[in-house]
């Protein structure tokens, strides 16, 4: 038999979704004008320069110029293909290693998400060898034991674990944890709002199977829209929300794996908390009961009705101990991430700080927007002092929006991951500096998202001289607003540092196919 005639294609395709051929072809078909490419360079020029509170820092760290690049972008756009116009803009952001700060693609990107209809976690023995498996996967695909359970070998011809390592160089991720998080993660799903698509029409892979065959197999991407509300594709995360800290990819992913892999039954309980954004359930561990808050994200519309949710959860928590999980958690609104944690403190939690660049547009900002008053006269100094930052404010009072709110008082323990984003950052520094309980990662970060991030659009409301609109729903996203701990990591940044987990947990293949066994266990344990 030919190694082609050995190759096993599924014999159903992931319903609700499209060819990436197809799809390419109707991008194709419409490209977007010369004159709209000038546009979205000379915007993103404008946001880099006056108004990404990171720039002097990652200029530094990462040794890139985006400004300058965009200025060299802007002399060769005629000859760019629309593709590789894209994927270029892209480039210049994604080089800042910050998700809070990019590239938002026009229609019709905005609202779809290529997927292969699987996703893989990863896990490693004892002695450290690394093993990729099949976590989930939609039943159209399930076929020649390509099913849950099944080891990833190769993609495309690549070893996996150098595949991941390729694809997490193409990441934004903050440090090197985050990044290959996001590079393991994106191997099999991929917002194409927020970066280009895939490369190749279909994927080979070979695989182990549960019953430890060796096989290979064709697997097409597929393109499928986030969210729809009559018809039309939505934006998953608020356009002109003021309070935000959120990877949009990680979010569109969240919403994604939720409608493909979630049960039915979890379907309809996350619909009912807000935004399908909290779980939790009661732990029988060792002959006792714990209690367990999984905070998928924070992208919720409201702090107080967030902070009450949470609060009528944990008022009927186990007083043995609480295990508070915010792996994968994406960010969103950062008053709802600083209620919640309050809701956890007896005691008045101090929330993270903010500052602005000492710019002239930040400084057409403070004196436009109300909100921003209190950072007006710092910024003007800054002309004699030479700051780089404005001073630092709290965002939050968490105590007043938590007001009347029962509390949990018992011990607590936070696990996070190198995808904990933003808001969830936040929360993490929140939970470290107060001294709520211990942090268990199982990765040594949090993925360092460091900012209150702000839309073009939303900017555009409060400097419209400044900031035009901008063509087909094309978009930008940047980090206005810098973030600093308090307590005893008072002014400590978040930007590419995350929180430091105080105890590590590598992932076991019990935790990956049996809801974390292992690592609740380990969470438990430091509960005391």
Known sequence: MSPTAAIAEPARTLPESTGLKEFMERVEADPLPLAARYQLVAAARVLLEELYVHLPLKRAMHATDPVQRLRLLERRLQPLSEPQFHA?????????????????????????????????EGYADPDGTPHHIVSKIDSSLVHA?????????????????????????????????????????????????????????????????????????????????????????????????????????????RQVKRALFAPPRERRSAARAPRGAVSHRTLRIRGRSYGYLRVFSFN??????????????????????????????????????????????????????????????????????????????????????????SQAFPLTDPEAITAGLPRYTGPKVLITDALSYSAADIFAAGFQDNALGPVLGTARRT???????????????????????????????????????????????????????????????RDVTGRNRDLLAAAVALLG
């Open 88 to 120: 270029e803009l892209t480039d210049v952001f994604r080089d800042l290693r910050d998700l809070h700060t990019g590239y938002q693609l026009p229609d019709p990107y905005r609202g779809h998400v290529a997927t292969l209809g699987f996703l893989v």
């Open 145 to 253: 034991g390509l099913d849950v359970g099944a080891e990833l070998l190769a993609f495309n011809g690549v070893p996996v674990e150098r595949a991941i390592e390729r694809n997490a160089a193409a990441q934004a991720g903050s440090n090197a944890d985050a990044r290959l998080a996001r590079g393991l993660e994106s191997l099999t799903l991929r917002p194409l709002r927020t970066g280009p698509p895939p490369d190749e029409h279909q994927v080979l892979l070979a695989y182990r199977t549960p019953g430890g065959r060796h096989r290979e197999t064709r697997v097409p991407w597929r393109v499928r829209a986030v969210e729809q509300r009559a018809g039309r594709v939505q934006d998953p995360v608020p356009t002109l929300a003021t309070g935000l800290g959120i990877d949009v990819g990680s979010e569109v992913r």
């Open 447 to 509: 993925g360092a998202g460091g900012a209150n991030v702000w839309t073009h659009e939303l900017l555009r409301v409060w400097l419209p001289e400044l900031l035009g609109q901008l063509p087909r729903g094309a978009g930008f996203r940047v980090a206005l607003r810098r973030a600093t701990r308090a307590r005893g990591n008072v002014d400590v940044p978040l930007e590419d540092l995350g929180v430091q987990a105080d105890e590590l947990h590598r992932l076991t293949r």
């Open 300 to 389: 919720v519309a409201g702090a107080r009705s967030f902070a009450e949710h949470v609060a009528r959860i944990v008022e009927d928590a186990p007083a043995g101990g609480l295990v508070v999980d915010v792996r994968g958690n994406p960010g969103g609104h950062v008053p709802a991430a600083e209620s919640a944690l309050q809701v956890l403190s007896a005691r008045p939690v101090a929330p993270v700080s903010f500052s602005l660049p000492t710019t002239r547009a930040a400084l057409a900002l403070a004196r436009s927007n109300p909100a921003f008053r209190v950072w007006t006269r710092s910024i003007q100094d800054a002309v004699e002092t030479g700051e780089v930052y």
